[in-house]
Structures are given as structure tokens and as C-alpha cells.
């Protein structure tokens, strides 16, 4: 385990089997669609990756990557997108894939600017819920964990762009906070 992990949450097996369990589910929803799924970079990534290939029927990927600033609990602020799909989006099945579903403002923000594109549905495959029972803009129509409201890294979530290559979820030390 690295040193800066306080516990790990959620291990490598756990993981699998979660991310083949939601595959099935997906799977149940869009076989024979040819689902676009979105990753959300960075924090989807590792998710994105792992659930594409958890899909034994035909999908496509695509990417996105945006910003987003001046949110309150009024608000889903400003959203830049610094990096569009690559695919149009108009007349697709898409699913959005990210990593952790915390407030849910950047992924609302989000999910109302490409709905602007006309998809034929969008829905949002999280790994991650957090927050529970906080009323939030937008709820995952898939997801592999609850978890409790503490800051996580590892498998694509990051603290300072570190960790996300942890094949585990964990809890950080207090000293990796301070170190850096
Ligand atoms: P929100 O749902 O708009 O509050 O923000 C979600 C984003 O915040 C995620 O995509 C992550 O990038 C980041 N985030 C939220 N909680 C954590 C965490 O525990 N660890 C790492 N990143 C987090
Ligand atoms: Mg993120």
C-alpha cells in the first residue's frame, strides 16, 4: 500500500466486481444502442476504462474536459469546456462516466450544456456517490459505491493531480496534506 494511505476503502477486487455488476446493468439498458460514453477527464478516467471493457456488446468512447467555477447552492455557475466530445452527440444514447458525484454541480453544469446538443438520452455513470442525503441538482442513474463524506484518491481521483493511479480507493494521511 503506499505510505500515504491511511486505509483503503474500497480495494481491487471490490472494485472489479462492482464495475461488472454496473456493466451488467448497462449492459441490460443499451445492448444494441451503441452507447456513446463520455469520460469526464481527468477523475473518470480509470473508471471509464475499465468499465468499457466490462461491455460485451458494441460502444463507442469520446472525451470531455471542462471547468467549473462560481457554483453555490443556487447555482450551477460557470462551466467552461476546455476540451468538447470529439463525436456530434445529436441523435446519440450518451453516457456520461465520471468519477465521484460529490455537491453534483459540476456534473449538472455539465450534463445542461450537452443536453444544448440534442442526445437522444444522457445519463451519468458515476464510481463514486458522496453526500448522501443531501438534496443535490442531479442524481447518478448509475454508480458502483456509496461513500461517506471524507476526501478519497486513487482510481482516477486525485489530491494535488497525485494518486489517481492507485488501483484502490483510500483515505489519505494527514501528513499528505501538509507535505506538499
Ligand atoms: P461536485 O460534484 O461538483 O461537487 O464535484 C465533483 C468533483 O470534485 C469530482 O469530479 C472530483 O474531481 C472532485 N472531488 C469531489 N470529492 C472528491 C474526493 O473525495 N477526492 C478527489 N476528488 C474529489
Ligand atoms: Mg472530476
Known sequence: MNTDIERILFGQAQIAGAVQQLAAEIAADYRGKNPLLICVLKGGSVFHADLMRALDFPVEIDFIAARSYGMNSHSTGTLEILKP?????????????????????????????????????????????????VQKPIEADYKCFDADNEFLVGYGLDYAERYRNLPYVGVLKREAYNGN
Open 85 to 133: 466530445p470529439s463525436a456530434d452527440i445529436s441523435g446519440r444514447e450518451v453516457i456520461l462516466v465520471e468519477d465521484i458525484l460529490d455537491t453534483g454541480f459540476s456534473l449538472a453544469a455539465l450534463v445542461h450544456t450537452l443536453l444544448e446538443k440534442k442526445p437522444v438520452s444522457l445519463k451519468v455513470a458515476v464510481f463514486l456517490d458522496k453526500m448522501l442525503g
